[in-house]
């Protein structure tokens, strides 16, 4: 059982290049979400899922987009990277039920992100 | 919109001493979960509370929730150099179906 899987486990990236982080769970929960970290700020939400073909903003989506076209994948895509992007980027997956946030969030091994 | 307001950011402990986190909500939290994250990991759960002024305790880790439930406290009993890391509390605005917010998390370091 891998739980949630995130790839790549490192990255750098020039200005304006686009990426997909990957993040994958086989847990079959329903709720997923990303998270970015900086030195400081703690964990904030940038995007999360209720279920597959379900998507919304969360604290701080500007420049990042996702999809959830089945219930195991969720992506995140960077557009245009930009060095305010450089982060440490964790995908996290919980299981649903009436209100969701009150499942334990089962978090990848995140992916740290370099913009130059 | 909510906060949740984490203290101290840093703290550093000799291996034995006691260590304690607090976790403040400006809005009442339908529950508090609590997260470790070692140097160079992810955060991983730890517990849940859910009661107004629930106590509950993993060997020498205790765990409480306020009475009003907009606070909540991790206390570390004779920490150990296994310890370290950085504990984070999240919470849910009671009544929303909201996500959940994290602290700003408190880093733990211990002197052997």
């Known amino acids: 059982n891998a739980g949630v899987t995130q790839t790549p486990k490192f990255q750098v990236l020039k200005t304006g290049q686009s990426m997909t982080l990957q993040c994958a769970q086989d847990?079959?929960?329903?709720?997923m979400s990303w998270y970015r970290q900086d030195p400081g700020m703690g964990l904030r939400l940038i995007h999360y899922?209720?279920?597959?073909?379900?998507?919304d903003q969360g604290e701080v989506p500007n420049g990042y987009n996702v999809s959830r076209s089945t219930t195991e994948d969720f992506p995140l895509r960077l557009l245009s990277a930009a060095p305010s992007q450089t982060s440490v980027y964790f995908c996290?997956?919980?299981?649903?039920?009436?209100?969701?946030?009150?499942?334990?969030?089962?978090f990848g091994d995140g992916t740290r992100l370099s913009i130059l | 919109g909510q906060q949740v307001m984490q203290i101290p950011q840093y703290q550093h402990v000799q291996e034995g001493e006691d260590f304690t986190t607090y976790c403040n909500s400006s809005?009442?939290?339908?529950?508090i979960q609590w997260y470790k994250q070692r140097p160079g990991g992810h955060p991983v759960f730890l517990i849940q509370?859910?009661?107004?002024?629930e106590v509950k305790k993993q060997k020498r880790l205790t765990f409480q929730f306020g009475e009003a439930k907009k606070n909540s406290s991790l206390h570390i009993t004779a920490t150990q150099t296994t310890d370290v890391g950085t504990y984070f509390c999240?919470?849910?605005?009671?009544?929303?179906?909201?996500?959940?917010?994290f602290g700003k998390g408190t880093k733990l370091s211990v002197k052997p």
């Open positions: 996290a997956s919980s299981q649903r039920t009436g209100t969701y946030s009150n499942q334990p969030q089962h």
């Open positions: 847990m079959n929960h329903e709720y």
């Open positions: 899922s209720v279920g597959a073909g379900i998507t």
């Open positions: 809005t009442t939290l339908s529950n």
């Open positions: 509370l859910v009661k107004s002024g």
């Open positions: 999240a919470g849910c605005r009671e009544g929303s179906q909201g996500n959940l917010i």
